[in-house]
């Protein structure tokens, strides 16, 4: 078929036709709070009681923009027992201005003390004030929406796949108790 | 008296408000048209008085002048870019006996004055001592020479067509088969019309991503608006014109003549709009092209089958 002279014009003119009387994308952020994707990087939110103040995330913190300090604690000793030890926070604080958001904190941290949380408003006319303490990191804390449902039709996680494996059976034909713990076996008396 | 004072206050008002709703009109469409909202705050209801917003912040601002400019041309260039449309607007019938003035020469003068209206660009180029002004300036020249000849020969068709000059007199011949017959000239006037205000894809001479506004570089605040204000009376002169001679002007079913001219005028103005949004800037080489390969033999074809026709007619 021979090309229609100015189709490709009016194909243009369609297209923005189209768009016109299609709805728009836009999002009226102040009026309307914007819908974000599940695991939004908003904030680094504390849940305090998990902390441990191991320092884990403050060494592996790529910026060194989370600073704490804590102190030891010796817990009366229980009946029969002796006195315990234990880390007490006095302060957990997050430099958001020097903060890239990397998430190592999160991933670094083995107790499940830091989330992220979707919050985003929290810009400030002066750098200063973008360090914030433990307490506003707990309030995030609250903001922490539950983790999204898995995605149909992906691998199992890999906790629970491992979870789930079988004890392998012992192998036939092979004596279980030729293993053993070095030195449980009586040496011969060289006498 | 009293009555033509009326008159030119009607068209006065008419001036002032129309460009407004086009450039209202522009930034919505165009919002739409690329999935934007558009200006949705001033005025409360989706922007309406975003326009008006515009026009009070233009005139608080400092009114500047280069050194180096021709302080005389380039304060005069604004208002020899708008007052032209405004000129033309009084001989543009609007419904029936309802013009300015009836000129014998209506469209003769129409043409002649709308072509006074480039002359404020090159105005502006020249005295903005500005070498992309300058450029601009030039452009906008060698665009008027190009594109009025395709706009006079459409236009001529239309008066062979009638047999008169008078803008009134071309409306009391018009018969509904015109539409057809005059299509081809209608599109040839409309496109070298967009070319002669500057209008996206022909604004070459203005070109803000390479020529940074060309002759309007150095203009700021009032001066900057009244070149705007003239871009957008041209739109709505153009569409007027294109109304009046190609789509019937005040002729149509059910409503009364006005309404019918204004409801052309508004969909030709979209139409201006929508291209914009749609087509890419020309390249220079290729609107002179446009010009002289495309739209100057089209309106010789037009003006050879209308002379036809009104032979076999006679």
Known sequence: MARIPGAGLAKGLAVTLRHMLRRSVTQQYPQAKPELPPRSRGVIALVEENCTSCMLCARECPDWCIYIDSHKETLPAPEGGRP????????????????????????????????????????????????????????WAATVPPPPPHDPGAPPPKELAAAATPAREPRAGRDVRAIRPPGSLKREDPS | MLDVVIRLAIIVAAFLVLPLLVGQTEHKVMAHMQSRLGPMYAGGFHGWAQLIADGVKFVQKE??????????????????ALVPYLVVLIVIPVGDGLVGVDLDAGLFFVLAVMGVGVLGAIMAGWASANKYSVLGGMRAAAQLMSYELPLVLAASSVAMAAGTLSLSGILDEWQWWWLPWQALGGVVFFVAGLAELRR????????????????????????FALFMLAEYAGIVVLGALTAVLFLGGWHGPLLPGPVWTLIKIGVLAFVVIWVRVSYPRMREDQLQRLAWVGLVPLALLQLALTGVVKVVMA
């Not at chain 1, 992220?116 to 750098?127: L, M, V």
């Not at chain 2, 009114?63 to 260039?77: C, G, L, Q």
Request: charged content about 25%; some cysteine; hydrophobic content about 45%.
């Open chain 1, 84 to 139: 315990r030890q234990r880390n007490v926070l006095d302060r957990f604080a997050i430099d958001f201005s020097l903060c890239m958001y990397c998430g190592i904190c999160i991933e670094a941290c083995p107790f499940d003390a830091l989330f992220w949380s979707p919050e985003f408003e929290y810009a400030d006319g002066d750098i200063r004030n973008l360090l914030h303490e433990k307490d506003q990191l707990g309030v």
């Open chain 2, 200 to 223: 996206p894809p022909f604004d070459m001479p203005i070109a803000d991503s390479e020529i940074i506004m060309g002759p309007m570089t150095e203009y700021a605040g009032i001066r």
């Open chain 2, 63 to 80: 009114d500047i002048i280069p050194a180096a400019a021709d302080r005389t041309i380039f304060k005069i260039a604004p208002a020899v």
